[in-house]
């Protein structure tokens, strides 16, 4: 992907900043207005009635940027290329804007969802499908098309499942489009390094009225967008620079163990694992008395003492970047392992991190009675 001038870029990224910033004070005076407000509750993590709907500032943000970015680089050609993306935003963040405003039934959201998976990889499908004769590994390749079109999906649903602070997501995802876009411009990948880190300027500019204390939540509109981009961005990454295909994992470690092992858990113990409920591990330390900012602080500890380092470690053992995706696969194996040892290591802390919090609750529980 072609990249557009250091200091053109530098101007793009702080125009999408300021129009974020800008369009999510709009969103508030909106929500305030239409009285689009969280009530907190027995399943919600705040105390005060919190106005939703702000993450459709990073929306704007990001397809304006993106439009930006094409017609500088490649025009109506470019242009054509970035609709599959700009049509599946569009439809997470259509179905997360009307469940923003009334609630909608899972299946249709999962619905819509799924339709924006296929938008996204259809262009990849048809490219495949041209030479289905002369591909004998053509089945796989399906496969993996099903795999990461599962994987968008999951990710998108995920991501909403961790937005129930104040923060925590936008901290997160603006961790993993940093790491992911350093990433790329190491290896000399700048198109795919200025695109994910414009997906970083939309989501720092409404990071400020999200954390540390929330004037309002992103809502289903902007929860379900950033997970997709989230996705894209590890696809990127890993088509980009195959040879260190791990770093997009490792640096979602936090956000995927603690979304699946608890999605697991409550599928494992017969419970209603499609409902609203406040088992996640950020969840149970809020109730433990832990403050929004100091959970946040755990997660962001996680991802710079521990995901960072074992991303920086497996780099330095395999130096895959300097050669780009064309290089040999030196780090193959180091990235192996600390794929392996980080989420080993997060699955522990995360089982760790419940008993804590079951034991600190039944503490609680027993000295007030």
């Keep these: ?43 919600r993590s705040h105390s005060l009635p919190t106005p939703r709907g702000g993450g459709i500032a990073i929306v704007l943000a990001v397809v304006l940027s993106m439009l930006a970015l094409v017609e500088i680089r490649n025009g109506v050609a470019g242009m054509l290329a970035s609709m599959p993306l700009l049509g599946a935003i569009t439809l997470v963040a259509l179905v997360g804007w009307i469940d923003d405003h009334r609630s909608l039934a899972a299946g249709w959201r999962l619905l819509v969802h799924c339709l924006a998976a296929i938008v996204l990889g259809v262009p990849a499908l048809i490219l495949v499908l041209r030479d289905t004769g002369s591909n004998p590994a053509l089945p796989w390749v399906i496969a993996a098309w099903l795999c990461c079109g599962l994987a968008l999906v999951w990710s998108i649903n995920l991501h909403n499942f961790m937005d129930g602070i104040d923060g925590l997501l936008g901290t997160q995802a603006l961790f993993v489009f940093c790491v992911l876009a350093w990433i790329c411009d190491q290896a000399g990948r700048v198109g795919e390094a200025q695109q994910i880190g414009l997906f970083a300027a939309a989501t720092l500019g409404f990071l400020p009225f999200n954390f540390p204390r929330a004037r309002i939540f992103m809502g289903d509109v902007g929860s379900g967008v950033l997970g997709l981009l989230v996705a894209v961005a590890v696809f990127r990454q890993m088509a980009a620079v195959p040879s260190a295909f791990w770093v997009g994992f490792i640096a979602c470690s936090a956000f995927i163990v603690d979304s699946t092992a608890t999605l697991l858990s409550r599928m494992l113990s017969g419970r209603r694992w499609y409902s609203a409920h406040r088992e996640h591990l950020y969840q149970w330390l809020v109730r433990c008395g832990y403050s929004h900012p100091r959970v946040v602080g755990m997660y962001m500890g996680w991802n710079l003492a521990i995901a960072l380092p074992m991303i920086y470690w497996s780099l330095q053992t395999g130096d895959p970047l300097p050669g780009g995706p064309e290089s040999a696969d030196p780090g193959s194996a180091s990235g192996t392992w600390a794929l392996v040892l980080t989420y ?26």
């Excluded at 101007?11 to 907190?40: E, M, N």
């Excluded at 080993?344 to 009675?369: H, M, N, P």
């Design 1 to 43: 992907m072609q990249g557009v001038p250091q200091a053109v870029w530098w101007l793009l990224a702080l125009a999408t900043a300021v129009v974020s910033l800008l369009a999510t004070r709009a969103s508030i005076r909106y929500a305030h207005r239409r009285r689009l407000f969280d009530q907190p509750g027995q399943r």
């Design 344 to 369: 080993l290591l997060a699955v522990a802390c995360w089982v760790a991190g419940k008993r804590y919090c079951l034991r600190a609750i039944r503490t609680v529980g027993s000295r007030s009675t």
